[in-house]
């Protein structure tokens, strides 16, 4: 790999490092407050909206400029809603705001890999940035729960900088202050990442030729026989693990006895799997094979259900690696396959538009759904339930789906060389 593409991941390991914390701690705020039970999965949601309200935007907006510099304009837009927090506005609010800056740095983190790529590397790249993703979301959730430690807290509040007062006198403020220099380093390597040289389309000021064209898009996208297949994909499991985070804590939290602190690092449990999963596909999983991994996301769907029958702790951990094993297997595949479809299709930026608008619409939808039975106090049992067979339900049409598209395929060909002779 070129050493630019390193660039690209430390960047953003950084910034996916402080995403994750900041939602640990501002889980944590949450209940500082007393706010209802229900407001916690409302955080994914207040930071997904934009993903959604702005797709039109945020995919023209990156492919107007060299992608290193939206992701550093977006990351002073996560800065931003990281001081809100510590200024101690409502937490969904401040992470709407890093949710805005998370919309716009997106289509630029995964354009710029088929701008700075050959094709033969996407999978390869997939697989060390989805991996490297991971690795953030498991530091970012274990190093949210220490900052709210009390002990941990209060020993690093203790510290004093000689003359400089800080201003920090609380466990909310100290962490924080933590999690924003988080964003600061991200924002340093943002200075260094590679211009690719790929013309840049200028930015049209029109907001109804924008939409248009978003459209436009994503019915391209989504009429393509291979797009289809990898975006539904994608868009499932984008919502299943934004949902799954949730789902993982109310269930160690109620059935192994934890605590949000070791609750969140037994979430970090899952995205080890998913990065070994990643890795291993990166390894052995080709472009032009991708869509043979499907099934193993009908048997994620089906294991999670084993979640019901575990109450100790040894057996939660191996069971959660493993379900994060098979997404993070599946996933990077059908990823790449959908980059390189959009990249043909409309461009880097527009495709990763309309790859975000899908996935995280999916996460609205499943975590408002979640949401609505945390708040009707439907018991996490009967949740694992609905939502493992949700998932296997879903990857099983979208199979059946993906076996119709190659027959009609195997017909027009067989039809081509019929009237060839």
């Not at 837009?77 to 506005?89: V, Y």
Request: hydrophobic share 55%; with cysteine.
């Amino acid at each position: 790999m070129p050493f630019g593409f390193y660039i690209i991941m430390a960047a953003q390991f950084f910034s996916a490092l402080a995403d994750n914390a900041l939602l640990i701690v501002a889980i944590a705020a949450l209940r500082e407050m007393q706010a209802p039970a229900e407001y916690e999965p409302l955080l994914k949601t207040f930071f997904t909206v934009s993903y959604v309200v702005l797709a039109a935007f945020v995919g023209a907006f990156a492919d107007s400029m060299p992608k290193g510099r939206v992701m550093l304009i977006s990351n002073t837009i996560k800065i931003a809603g990281c001081a809100m927090m510590f200024f101690t506005i409502h937490p969904l609010l401040a992470y709407a705001v890093v949710g805005l800056g998370a919309a716009c740095y997106s289509p630029a983190k995964y354009g710029i890999l088929t701008e700075y790529l050959p094709h033969r590397l996407l999978v390869v790249a997939n697989g060390w940035i989805e991996g490297l993703t991971v690795g953030a979301i498991i530091l970012g959730v274990v190093v949210g729960g220490l900052l709210i430690k009390p002990e941990i807290a209060s020993a690093i509040l203790r510290f004093d900088f000689p003359v400089i007062e800080t201003g920090v006198d609380t466990t909310n403020e100290m962490a924080v202050s933590i999690i924003g220099g988080l964003y600061l380093i991200a924002a340093m390597f943002n200075f260094y990442v590679p211009d690719t040289g790929v013309d840049h389309k200028p930015l049209k000021k029109n907001p109804i030729y924008l939409v248009h064209e978003f459209n436009h898009c994503l019915t391209l996208l989504w009429r393509d026989k291979l797009g289809q297949i990898s975006l539904a994909v994608t868009t499932l499991f984008w919502g299943a693990g934004a949902t799954l985070q949730f789902i993982v804590i109310k269930w160690s939290e109620v059935s192994l006895g934890l605590d949000l602190s070791k609750s969140s690092m037994l979430q970090g449990v899952v995205a080890i799997g998913v990065a070994a999963g990643a890795v291993i596909a990166a390894r052995f999983i080709t472009l032009r094979k991708s869509v043979k991994v499907i099934p193993l996301g009908i048997a994620m769907g089906i294991i999670v259900l084993v979640m019901n029958f575990v109450h100790n702790m040894w057996l939660a951990i191996p069971l959660l690696i493993l379900v994060g094993g098979l997404s993070g297997f599946f996933v990077v595949p059908m990823n790449a396959l959908l980059q390189h479809r959009g990249h043909i299709l409309m461009g880097a930026g527009h495709s990763i538009a309309v790859q975000n608008f899908n996935e995280n619409l999916s996460i609205l939808v499943m975590t408002g759904l979640y949401f609505l039975m945390i708040r009707l106090e439907v018991s996490i049992y009967i949740v694992i339930t609905l939502f493992g067979l949700f998932v296997s339900g879903l990857m099983y049409l979208v199979r059946q789906r993906h076996l119709e598209n190659q027959r009609v395929q195997d017909d027009v060909c067989h039809l081509d060389d019929t009237r060839a002779h």
